[in-house]
């Protein structure tokens, strides 16, 4: 079993930053694929920023320039540093990781319960 359990995240005024942090733990062999996602009521969880294994990034247009994604694979932990927020920007933040666990051949993705950002005056 994988846990995913993410921090960083609370209320900020617009133009601020937040780093939010998201760690795996569990019988993991490897971690490839990880991301964050974002997700208001009534909405659809969108894609915020990706990143692969070997460090190769993906954005979404919204926050480009503004959000950075990186990871520790050292530590199983993926980051996103959030800068100049905005009040588009609240939501709930989601982490997830596409996981190999021990003795096992697939990889599954597992998802953080989420964190909320609030970016707001």
């Known amino acids: 079993q994988v846990q995913l359990v993410e921090s960083g995240g609370g209320l900020v005024q617009p133009g601020g930053s937040l780093r939010l942090s998201c760690a795996a733990s569990?019988?993991?062999?490897?971690?490839?694929?990880m991301g964050w996602y974002h997700q208001t009521p009534g909405k659809q969880r969108e894609l915020v920023a990706a990143?692969?294994?070997?460090?190769?990034?993906n954005y979404a247009d919204s926050v480009k320039g503004r959000f950075t994604i990186s990871r520790d694979n050292a530590k199983n932990t993926v980051y996103l540093q959030m800068n100049s927020l905005k009040p588009a920007d609240t939501a709930v933040y989601y982490c997830?990781?596409?996981?190999?666990?021990?003795?096992?051949?697939?990889?599954?993705?597992?998802w953080g319960q989420g964190t909320q950002v609030t970016v707001s005056s």
């Open positions: 997830k990781a596409n996981v190999q666990l021990i003795l096992m051949i697939r990889r599954d993705d597992y």
């Open positions: 569990g019988s993991i062999s490897s971690i490839y694929d």
């Open positions: 990143i692969t294994s070997r460090g190769s990034t």
